[in-house]
Structures are given as structure tokens and as C-alpha cells.
């Protein structure tokens, strides 16, 4: 039992990691309807970025806030230079998912020009010891990485569902020449949607690099999968759906890692991402498409 409530702990800390990582596949779909498969280099990205200033004698937490700039700004540039000018020439909507697994590849790619391919140590910031709790011997960083991961979370929703910019962002995924013709300026909504998604990969890159305590330039390929089965479990384009989904995908491929092996738990996310597309395409908050006119 203790090693199970153990193994829960583990599911729900990199659940809400995986969540946060999700968010960035649900806001640029729900405004765009792109899938943007370059986010998990966006996220490798952010965390060598606050291993760039940690390596400068940064504070850990200092590193990851110019991280949090730095992507952000990423992730516009991104739009700016790649999928605004197909947006433009009214490309078949394939181009832009071509055109995000490319940047991926580039953005990898550079990561290994400055930093290498190998594994670097990254420090752990943010460990506050071992501590019991009811006879059950559990880590502060899973604890740390939960609340911190769990409290952006809720300030995005509140922000999307309560806020100007929110109604704006609201009212362009649900039609955006409507939202156009109502005033709002569906350009500075895209800019800002990339900017947030950028913000919130670097987050979870930092955190995580601090879980672990290491970065490489592989390091969002298989997250930024995972995060994606999770988005759609949860209904690609909900942000409480991302959240949902990023802690189930998080739970089951730890208790599976206790019960089937650690070898195949990677395995997990996949065939949640199969079974939610066999039997429910939407996801668990998704709705059904509206033909838009």
C-alpha cells in the first residue's frame, strides 16, 4: 500500500507537469485549430535556457523566470516567421503541421549545436528533504512541482475564463471573423496565445529539469507526446480538459510502472491517446465540431 501511495504521489506531480505542457497543445488549437508539434522543443528550449543562466551563477528561480521571457518570445517568433505567412496565403492546413514538425527538428537541432547531445546536471533547487507522512517516506519536490504546476494552471483558466484578453481568446476560438468584425484584434490574440504557451513549457521544463536534475536536447520529445495524448484525452482546446487529462495520463503510467514495469510505461500514454480516439474523439470535455460560416 505504501509503495502504491507512493507511486500516486509520483502520477500526480508529473500529471500536473504534463498538464502545463498540454495547455500550450490546447490554447494554439483552440484559437488556430493547429496541432503545433514544435511544443516540446519550445519546452527543451525553455529548460536550456535557465541552464544557460544557472551556468551564468543565476539564481535556480531567477533562471527559469528569464526562461519563462525567452520562450515566450520563442514561441511568437515562431508564429511570426512560420505559420503567419501561411495563415496569410490561406494554406491547406497540413502546411502548418508540417511546418511545426520542421521547426521542432530545427529548434533541436540548435540546442545541440550550442550545448552538445549529452546529459548536463541541472540543479535541484527546489528539494526540501524527505518527509514522512503516516509512515510513508515522501519527496518535498513532488510537493513543490504539484502546487507550483497546479496554482499556473488555475491562473490561466481564471485568466482565459475572466479576463478581457480571456473573452477575447474565448470569442476567436469560437469564430474568428465574428471576433474580428466585434473589434477585437485576432492578431494580438494569436501573438499572445504563443506567448503563453511558450511561458508555461518553460515552467514545466525548469521544474522538471530540477526533478530530475538534468537537461538534454532530446528532453520534449517524449513529454511533448505525453502531453499531447493528455490534451486530447481531456478534449484538445479545454484548458480544465488538459488539466484532467495530464493528471490521468500522469496516475496511470506511474501505477502501471508498479504493476507492468517500468519498460513499458511510456507505453501508457499511447494507448490512452488509441482508446480515446477509438471511442470518444472528443476527449472528456471536447464537444463536437461546429461547421463554422
Sequence with gaps: MAIFIQQLCNGLALGVVYALVAVGYSLVFGILRLINFSHGAVYAFGAHVAFFFVGLHFDPVLAIVMAVIITGILGVLIDKAALTPLRKK???????????????NIIQNLLVVKFGSQRKPFPDFFSLGLFSLGGIQLNSRQFVMFGVSLALLLFLLLMVQKTKIGLGMRATAQNVKAASLM??????????????????????????????QVVYPGMGFMIGLKAFAASVLGGIGSLPGALVGGLVVGVIESISALYIGSNYRDSMAFIILIAVLIFRPVGLFGKNEVVKV
Design 183 to 212: 473589434g477585437i484584434n485576432v492578431n494580438n490574440i494569436i501573438t499572445f496565445t504563443f506567448l503563453m504557451g511558450g511561458a508555461s513549457a518553460a515552467i514545466a521544463g525548469g521544474m522538471v529539469s530540477g526533478y530530475y
Design 90 to 104: 490561406r494554406s491547406v492546413p497540413i502546411a502548418a503541421l508540417v511546418t511545426t514538425l520542421g521547426i521542432s
